[in-house]
């Protein structure tokens, strides 16, 4: 199971973007960026491009009306602004409701 969490960034990007999984954040998920960036154009708060900051990096989103295409950080290795620990209190949201929103869970 993993779950995103995005908002308005205060850095380079447009949006803070962390995935964490029922015990850790991970720096990269490409899926989560697609159904994010999915998210964010189908309610009017992007179009064009949607650039967001990850532990990863600076991530850049390309969306189109057919699709859209995610971009790796430009850089890996040069690491991003924002640290595990800034998203220390999303993390605590996670683990503590069980993960995912009861909405998003798997049912058996």
């Known amino acids: 199971m993993l779950v995103s969490f995005f908002e308005h960034a205060d850095t ?3 949006w803070d973007l962390s995935w964490f999984t029922p015990t850790k954040e991970v720096a990269l998920c490409g ?4 159904a994010t960036s999915h998210v964010l154009a189908g309610d009017g ?3 064009g491009k949607a650039s967001f ?10 969306i189109a009306d057919d ?4 971009g790796q950080p430009a850089d890996p290795r040069a690491g991003a602004t ?5 998203s220390a209190g999303r993390a605590d949201r996670c683990l503590r409701h069980g993960g995912a929103p009861r909405s998003a869970r798997r049912r058996p």
Do not use: C, D, N, Q
């Not at 899926?31 to 697609?34: E, I």
């Not at 900051?53 to 390309?62: I, M, N, P, Q, R």
């Not at 699709?67 to 995610?70: K, L, M, N, R, S």
């Open 12 to 14: 380079g990007a447009e």
């Open 31 to 34: 899926h989560a960026t697609l």
């Open 45 to 47: 708060k992007v179009s």
């Open 53 to 62: 900051e990850t532990l990863s990096g600076v991530l850049v989103a390309e």
């Open 67 to 70: 699709g859209i295409a995610p």
């Open 82 to 86: 924002r640290t595990p620990s800034r």
